[in-house]
């Protein structure tokens, strides 16, 4: 009997927590969904088949510009106030420099010592300063202009693959993409000599990592035990849904490639030879140390990288690259089939510009219906929505609202860009003109990249990359769409949001 008494109150003492714990936007005069009991909307927004995007705007609809809601024990906020987002993305960032732990499950993200391979993605504080400016050169105009050959070689090679659809049967053209962005990444920052298209099993490895479900028990701890999260990473690191499939093979490989050109350089130098600056890994090497230590946020940063640190690195621009710019390219391919007057446009344009084989980088400059092109899929289709979001590191305001340390902020992407008080009437349509003579807008307004200081390091290669690509094949084929095209795209995953398929024709245009 007294086992039982103690049980009952037990269960009742942790009950009653989690249900206080719920109650925290509503403390604070905020509204917003209730969720499930103990693990709020978790649950809910984890759904595979179902990006978190369209919950955010469902709820957006509902509860209006600002509201929260619980993932697990954490508080988040959603915000679609364009004023409070600049406020927080940009005027404030001192207090919120963490980016919101959506898509891993790691423990101290500002210290080098326990996770020294937490990456420009996912540190904190000093350590993403010193990554992100060592970064930064690498995705300057110059160094563009230098990778633009290689991008084109792996383009020229998939416009190639895809002549054998020219017999007018339909195909997946997003998978045509998804080996294109592959191809070029991996030879930009994984060490990769030439071109692998179709041949190359890292592919299917990657699409793995994005396609996991968080639906499985450490993802549940880890919401619930935030605090935790280190140990429960270490406890279930070989499970399928926190690696995401066979994701050892790669790292495996980028360390080999990583530990390889440290050899090849010492030997360069040893031997008196210039070391070439050639790709990403190139240019972390160039401040290669064996050791680095971290202090703070904002004191003094050192330009030096460790082996491990360029190991993170290179694998976070695998991911980040692939994916985001194959869904962006399958988006706007989708929608060029599904407005043939547009397309025109594109290849006017394409053809005014265009005088040999190739297309040089200052070419794809003067492309300039073609980058609103680009533009407004994104404004339909945000993929990286998932990672426009803080977490507060200082205790603050935003607009009146006082925001305590811990708390998570999400930018509501899809409901600002799908906007008609931002957009006007034809909001959900496909208007690349809009990007032309554009009007100034609030500079919040379109935030597909994020924005402020941590903003998409990775934004003019992705679109340089999107506008070679698309330049090639519309060149040489008209996108078209047939009976078995989506008639909605069935758009899935947890972190970024990817069609299922996008099935188009190709037509020689000569
Ligand atoms: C269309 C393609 C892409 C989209 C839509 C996209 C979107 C985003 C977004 C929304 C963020 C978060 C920004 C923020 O928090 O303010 C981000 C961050 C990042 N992206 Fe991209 N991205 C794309 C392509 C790339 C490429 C090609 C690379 C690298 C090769 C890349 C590397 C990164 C990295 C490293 C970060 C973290 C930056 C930091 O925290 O300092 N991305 N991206």
Known sequence: MGLVIVLVILFATVAGYFKWVHTYWRRRGLDGPTGMPILGSFYEISDPNKPRAYFLHNWTKKFGKIFGYYEGTVPVLVISDLDMLQEMFIKKFDCFYARKPTNTIHGNLESTQEEPRIHLFSSRGARWK??????????????????????????????????KHEDGNAFNIHEYFQEFTYDVISRLAMGQPNSELFNNEGVEITKKIFSRSHRSVPWYLSVLFPNYQYYIKKLFWNHENVKGGNVGKMFQFCEQSVYNRIKEREENARLGIENPESDFMDMFLNYYSDQVEDVEFGSQIEKKVTAEDVIGSCFVFLLAGFDTTANSLAYAAYLL???????????????????????????IGKMRYLEAV??????????????????????????????????????????????????????????????????????????????GPRECVGKRLAISEAKTALAHVLRRYNLVSGIETEKELHIQGCTTASPEAVTLHIEPRF
């Open 337 to 363: 089939a599904k407005n043939p007057e547009k397309m025109k446009l594109v290849q006017e344009e394409i053809d005014s510009i265009v005088t040999g084989g190739n297309i040089s980088y200052d070419d």
């Open 130 to 163: 010193r990554l992100r400016s060592l970064a930064s050169p690498g995705f300057s105009v110059k160094a563009l202009k230098m990778v633009h050959d290689v991008m084109e070689d792996s383009v020229i090679n998939m416009v190639d693959l895809m002549a």
């Open 374 to 451: 680009i533009k407004e899929a994104l404004r339909l289709y945000p993929v990286g929505w998932f990672a426009c979001s803080r977490e507060c590191v200082k205790q603050t305001t935003l607009g009146e609202h006082v925001i305590d340390v811990g708390v998570r902020v999400e930018a509501d992407v899809m409901s600002i860009q799908r906007s008609t008080e931002i957009w006007g009437p034809d909001a959900n349509e496909f208007v690349p003109e809009r990007w032309i003579n554009s009007s100034t807008r609030h500079v919040m307004s379109w935030i597909p990249f994020g924005a």
